[in-house]
Structures are given as structure tokens and as C-alpha cells.
């Protein structure tokens, strides 16, 4: 198989894009790893081991009811065998019942209700003291004797657990936490906060609970963050990537212990950690008239979620414990250090390559280089696959699409693929951009919704030439107009979506570009009237179809073949070879005489005989031109007529009334032409003298003529009608061969009048 140079260099240059991308993006990530600096720390991805044995600490009585609580809370959820752990931090030496165990769980459960119904703070329990006993909650603070919740130290074991006095009172507690509810004046809360984020309580449960499931569920998460300040359009992408370094940076605090959070809808903002590279913070929303309407991250009033400054703080929270592991005791609950893509490249990052340039570092930078020069292969692959398939179905369909278009199209398919291969790297925030996503992703969406708008651009093009050359679809002449116009029409569709779409993605509401659109439409069409008339006008003959292209009309006094038909004006050739525009408006309101729909066209004519014809001759060559239409093969057969008609001033007239069945008007000159002759001929052969429309008085001599007599027909002797079929005959042998009929007549099929299929 021999390739020529102008089929071979294109080639060349689609795969030396493809080499010179790959190269740049292998060598991109092998120097990378080549600048890694061998002195500084690197982080390892952690060991894949089994979480550590729990281990219940009850050395000071925060420790100990630390433990209490977390046993329980884990006894709640997956983990029920927890609920024994909580039990050792209580003494049951003094439990009477039949099951002893079952009993100390049940108590366990119900002194974690009446401690969060306490509010007991962990912070407010000391840490270390020399007492052997301390009291947490008083039912009757004025009796030293009355129902505590109390600890005390276990001399034998030297650990601290709750007292066995503090089981006993625990149905005189519930009865007294129980009367001072219903002694509480309640507080009206809003009916449609949602129950997940109603406190600070529930927002920080609803927050964990999102994180640690698998998979994570990253929305219900970024509901839990105030996204007050943030921009709209990037806000969903880059809340991903603040939620997982917030849970990661929680993970690395403390673990959390919900009995230890406020639960009230109503209380102040809650500090659940303060450190000096930033504060996390959940507060109730006051107001939500500031957030914008119909977004679907907009908080209702009366909703606790994180702070907007805790979520500015996030970044330096995390960085400020990126070197830190996760709290043993967290890591204990089955919890480990999950990460999303972004940062757990950015972890493996060597220290070289972090240096930041326009707040960006630097290999982030050079990954978005490599990312930009992928964009060029995945380009080639597309235009390839895509030019396969397309053009295999069109060579499988036998449709012949004209092969700019084709290559068109697929260039437009394999920029719309790489845009699209950008959009989702950009999107997934893999490399973690920061506030430069707020550039890069609206950057994105418009070169990929460019792109595509291209692709439909180009799309229309193919689907015009596919309907236009497909034989399966039978196509009126009309419709060779009305594709164009169609395809005219889809490509403004296009464009206008197009810019609708771009102004969606730059923050511009549509709604209120339409809207303005709109009102100025109604001005541009009182400017512009005739305009739109037009418009419509050619929309009315595009679906009644009075004429075709090549149709012979006369409208008004313009007369002529059209030629195009546009959005505004109708082209029409005249016979003089000029051009006349006609407004489509005209059309609306003129009648349009379509000659070129006609099946027949007729011919009418008086042939004038002189005078001393006599009535023989008249019937003789009446007959003989009725012959002549019948032997023709382009004359209408089933309706003629040839009659002696009027006594004019000069002439005995006869009436030729016919008609030819012809494709055009050049085949009805030619037809005329040939009945005309053969009808002179007749007469010659009759003796017919044609008269002239004037009077004179001559003298007439009698010369011998070369041209052979004429028959003489002789009154009462023969039939003229039979003479004048027998000439006419003769004269047709003469003219066409010695068989009459050898031309076939023509068939015209006009209704409908439709492109011929082959075969």
C-alpha cells in the first residue's frame, strides 16, 4: 500500500502531539520525583493493621468519666460490647437482682441519659486531685446527704469509678431531672430546621457520621459549614476538600464525646476547639436573607453549623497538624486517616517542590502544565474513535457527506473531549487548587460548553447533508430550500444557547439577560417591521410551498425562475438574465402564478387559409392536424382540438387548441417547433394556402413548380377526414422514420413532484 506525502504529514503531526504530551507529562512526574529531597520527612502511608485493644482509663475521675461516656456512646452504635466497658467504671459490689450483669448495663445506659441530661462538662472535672471523692451533680445542692452523681476512689485497685450511692439515687435523679423539665418554660424552635443540624450537638453527630461512613457522604458534610462569603459556583467543589481536613483535623484533637456538647437549639456559639492557629466554632443561623435563594447549600434560620471563620481556618488548622497522627483514642473506634486524592498526593510531595508562586505551589503549577498537555492526546484519540464510527455508519448507510464537513465535525468532537478530560480534573479538585479553583473551573465550564456548542455547530452541518443525500428519505423539491434554512436556524439556536450558557457559568443570571432581551425585542420589532415581516413571510412559503427552486412564477410583474429562497428575500432570474429580490413579505399577500407546476401547457393558435379554400381541403387538413397531435409523442392525447372556427376579415380560421406534456419550457419550444413544420408540411401536401392579414388585389400566373401537385380533392368523391390522416401520415414518415410512434412518449409524475429514486 502506497501513503502519500499529503496523507502521511497530517499523521505525523497528530502523533508527534500525541509523543511530545506524553513526554512532557512523564517527564513532568519524573521530575517530580527526581527533586524529592531524601532529608526531609516523608509521610508513609499508614500500616494496614487492626485497631489497638480498648483500653478504659479511670486514673482521675475526668478519666474516668471520659471513658464511661465514650463506652457507652460507642454501646449505642456499632460496637454493643462496649456497654461492658462502661460497666467497669461503676461499682456494682452492692446490685441485688437476679442477673446481676444485665442489670449494672441497664444502669450504665441510664446514667449516661441523666448525665446528658445534666449537662456534665469534661473540661470542668479534674484531672488530677488528692480527694477520694467528687461530686458531679447535686439533687438538692442545700443537703450533703441528698442523691449525687459522685465518684470515688478505689483504694484496693487505686482507680476511681462512679459510687455505688450514685445507682441507687438513680431513679430519685430521673424523677428530679424529669420535674425540672416540665417546670421549664419551653423554647420555641423553628418547625422546619432540620433535626440533623438543629444543635451543636447534632450538627457535629450529623458531620462525623457523613465523614466516617463509606463511602463519604461529602454532601451531607458541606451542609454542616456556614458557606457565608463563598463563591456560589465553586463552593460544592471546594467544600470537599475543606470537610475531609476538618475531620481530619478533629480526628487529630480529641475524640468526641456527644454528651459533652450542648444540645440546646437556643444557646450561645459553641467553642469546641480553640488553638492558636485557629478556632472551630458552630453557631446558630440567625438570618438567612444574605445567602442566595434556590441554593441548595443555603442554611434555614435557626440551623447550627460551623462558623464562616472556622471554615477560613480549616486550611491553617490543617496544616498545623499535617505532621500529627490520629488521637489513640480515636483510632481506637475503628477510625482511620482517610484522605481524598488531592491531599494525599500533596502529602507525598517532596518539600522542594511546595514552594508557592501566585499562592500556588509550585509542582501544582507544573501538574497543571502536564495536565494542559494531556488535553492534546486525549484530542487525538477522540477525533479518531469518533471519526470511526461516524464515518464507518456513513459509509455503512452509503450517505455521501461532503469531507470538509466530516473533518470538521470530528476536529470539534476531540477539542469538546479534551475540554471535557480538563472540567473533571479541575472539577474533582485533585491537585487542590485553593482560591485558584475560583478561576480555573469557570475557566473549564466555558472552553468545554464552547466546545460542545462547536460540536452541535458542526453536528448541524452533518445532519443537513445526511437528510439531503439519503435516498430513504424522500425529499419534495421544496425541501432543498428548506434544509438550508432549517440548518440556518439550528446554528443560531446554537450560537444563542451557547452564549446563555457561558453567562450561567460566569455568575450572570439568565433570567434577567432574557428578560432584558425581551423588552428590547419589542423595541427592535417596531424598528424593524419589514424585517420581520419578511421573516415570517419566508417561514409561510417554506410550509405552503407555492413554487420550488427552478420553478417558472410570475409574481406581480416579475417573471422568472427562482433561484434561492432566504430568510429575508426571494430570488428570482428573469428571462433577461437579471436578478430581482422580492421580499417574502410580498409573498403573503400576492398571488403567485407557478408556472413551473403546470403538467401541461398549452398551445393556441388560429391558422388563417385564404379564402378560395374550398370545404374539402378545410375538413382534409382539420383531420390531418388532429393526426399529427395523436402521432406526436409529447401532446396531450385526451384532450385537443382542431376546429374550421371564425369567417375573419381576410382569412377562413381554424382553431388549434392543444397541449404538450413537458418537463420544461426549452422541451415545449422544441415540441412546438416540430408540430408547427409537420402541420406547414401538411398543408403543402393539402394545397392549403395560408392567408395574410391584408388586402390586395394581384394577378396570379400560373408557374410549374418542382414540389410535387397538389392532391386534387374532388367534391363528392372520397372522405377528406381519411385524405388528411393519410397526408398527415405520410408527412410524419417523412419527418421520424417510416414507423409512426418510434419516439416514446414522456412521462411526468408532478404530483407529488419529488427527487427520483434510482432503480
Excluded at 430513504?472 to 450560537?495: C, E, G, H, N
Excluded at 425562475?561 to 430581482?580: K, L
Excluded at 382553431?655 to 417547433?673: G, N, Q
Amino acid at each position: 500500500m502506497v501513503t502519500s506525502k499529503k496523507t502521511l504529514r497530517p499523521r505525523l503531526s497528530w502523533l508527534t502531539q500525541l509523543v511530545l504530551a506524553q513526554a512532557v507529562g512523564w517527564s513532568l512526574c519524573a521530575g517530580i520525583v527526581l527533586a524529592q529531597d531524601p532529608s526531609a520527612p516523608q509521610v508513609e502511608p499508614p500500616a494496614e493493621v487492626k485497631p489497638a485493644a480498648i483500653t478504659v482509663d479511670r486514673s482521675s475521675p475526668r478519666a474516668t468519666v471520659r471513658s464511661f461516656l465514650v463506652a457507652v456512646q460507642e454501646a449505642a452504635g456499632e460496637k454493643p460490647a462496649r456497654i461492658d466497658d462502661a460497666v467497669s467504671c461503676l461499682d456494682v459490689s452492692k446490685i441485688e437482682a437476679e442477673d446481676p450483669e444485665a442489670h449494672a448495663r441497664q444502669l450504665a445506659r441510664r446514667l449516661y441519659a441523666a448525665m446528658d441530661k445534666i449537662g456534665v462538662r469534661i473540661d470542668d472535672i479534674p484531672a488530677d486531685t488528692t480527694d477520694v471523692y467528687h461530686t458531679l451533680y447535686r439533687v438538692d445542692p442545700e443537703r450533703d446527704d441528698g442523691a449525687t452523681v459522685s465518684l470515688e476512689w478505689d483504694s484496693p485497685t487505686e482507680l476511681w469509678r462512679f459510687a455505688a450511692s450514685t445507682l441507687d439515687a438513680i431513679p430519685v435523679i430521673e424523677a428530679k431531672l424529669a420535674e425540672k423539665a416540665a417546670a421549664a418554660p419551653d423554647v420555641p424552635t423553628a418547625s422546619d430546621v432540620v433535626a440533623a443540624r438543629r444543635s451543636a450537638r447534632a450538627t457535629i453527630r450529623t458531620f462525623l457520621t457523613a465523614m466516617n461512613a463509606d463511602p463519604q457522604q461529602l454532601t451531607q458534610a458541606i451542609l454542616c459549614l456556614d458557606p457565608a462569603g463563598q463563591d456560589v459556583a465553586t463552593w460544592d467543589v471546594r467544600a470537599r476538600d475543606l470537610v475531609v481536613k476538618l475531620k481530619n483535623v478533629m480526628d487529630k484533637t480529641r475524640l468526641v464525646v456527644e454528651v459533652d456538647l450542648p444540645n440546646d437549639p437556643s444557646g450561645d456559639p459553641y467553642v469546641w476547639e480553640s488553638s492558636a492557629t485557629g478556632n472551630i466554632v458552630l453557631a446558630r443561623i440567625e438570618d438567612a436573607e444574605a445567602y442566595p435563594k434556590d441554593w441548595s447549600f443555603s442554611p434555614q434560620p435557626g440551623e447550627w453549623r460551623f462558623t464562616p471563620e472556622t471554615v477560613r481556618a480549616i486550611q491553617s488548622l490543617y496544616h498545623g497538624k499535617e505532621s500529627e497522627t490520629i488521637k489513640e483514642e480515636v483510632r481506637q473506634t475503628g477510625v482511620e486517616e482517610r484522605l481524598s486524592v488531592g491531599l494525599w498526593i500533596e502529602q507525598r510531595v517532596p518539600g522542594s517542590m511546595r514552594g508557592e508562586f501566585l499562592s500556588l505551589a509550585i509542582w501544582k503549577w507544573l501538574a497543571l502544565l502536564a495536565i494542559v498537555a494531556l488535553g492534546w492526546p486525549v484530542d487525538f484519540v477522540v477525533t479518531a474513535l469518533v471519526g470511526f464510527l461516524l464515518g464507518s455508519w456513513l459509509k455503512r448507510k452509503k450517505i455521501s457527506v461532503d469531507r470538509d464537513v466530516r473533518h470538521r465535525a470530528f476536529q470539534s468532537t476531540g477539542a469538546a473531549g479534551a475540554a471535557i478530560f480538563w472540567w473533571h480534573v479541575v472539577g474533582a479538585d485533585y491537585l487542590v487548587l485553593g482560591d485558584w479553583i475560583s478561576v480555573l473551573l469557570p475557566l473549564t465550564k466555558v472552553v468545554m460548553g464552547v466546545t460542545t456548542v462547536w460540536v452541535a455547530y458542526r453536528l448541524v452541518d452533518v445532519l443537513g447533508g445526511y437528510i439531503s443525500s439519503n435516498r430513504d428519505v424522500q425529499l419534495t423539491q421544496f425541501d432543498d430550500v428548506l434544509i438550508p434554512l432549517v440548518t440556518k436556524i439550528l446554528r443560531i439556536v446554537v450560537v444563542v444557547v451557547s452564549m446563555l450558557l457561558v453567562l450561567e457559568v460566569l455568575g450572570i443570571d439568565t433570567k434577567t439577560v432574557i428578560g432584558v432581551v425581551g423588552v428590547g425585542g419589542v423595541a427592535i420589532a417596531f424598528a424593524a417591521q419589514d424585517t420581520i415581516g419578511n421573516f415570517f413571510g419566508s417561514i409561510t412559503v417554506l410550509f405552503d410551498r407555492p413554487f420550488g427552486i427552478g420553478d417558472w412564477i410570475v409574481i406581480g410583474d416579475v417573471e422568472g425562475t427562482v433561484e434561492r429562497v432566504g430568510f429575508r428575500s426571494t430570488r428570482v432570474r428573469t428571462f433577461y438574465n437579471s436578478v430581482i429580490t422580492i421580499p417574502n413579505s410580498k409573498m403573503v399577500n400576492t398571488q403567485v402564478d407557478n408556472y413551473g407546476a403546470r403538467r401541461y401547457r398549452r398551445v393556441k393558435i388560429l391558422l388563417s387559409m385564404t379564402y378560395d379554400t374550398p370545404p374539402e381541403k378545410i375538413d382534409a387538413f382539420c383531420e390531418g392536424i388532429r393526426e399529427l397531435i395523436l402521432l406526436h409523442p409529447y401532446t396531450r392525447k385526451d384532450y385537443y382540438h382542431v376546429y374550421f372556427n371564425q369567417f375573419a376579415g381576410s382569412s377562413l380560421d381554424v382553431l388549434l387548441y392543444a397541449f404538450f406534456e413537458v418537463p420544461d419550457w426549452s422541451t415545449e419550444l422544441r415540441e412546438r417547433h416540430h408540430l408547427f413544420v409537420d402541420i406547414l408540411r401538411l398543408a403543402k401536401r393539402l394545397g392549403v394556402e395560408f392567408a395574410f392579414p391584408t388586402q390586395t388585389v394581384h394577378l396570379e400566373q400560373v408557374k410549374e413548380s418542382a414540389s410535387p401537385p397538389a392532391e386534387v380533392i374532388t367534391p363528392g368523391r372520397g372522405d377528406p377526414g381519411q385524405v388528411g390522416v393519410d397526408h398527415a401520415a405520410a408527412v410524419y414518415r417523412e419527418g421520424y422514420g417510416a414507423a409512426p410512434g418510434l419516439r416514446a412518449p414522456m412521462t411526468i409524475d408532478t404530483k407529488p413532484r419529488s427527487k427520483r429514486t434510482e432503480g
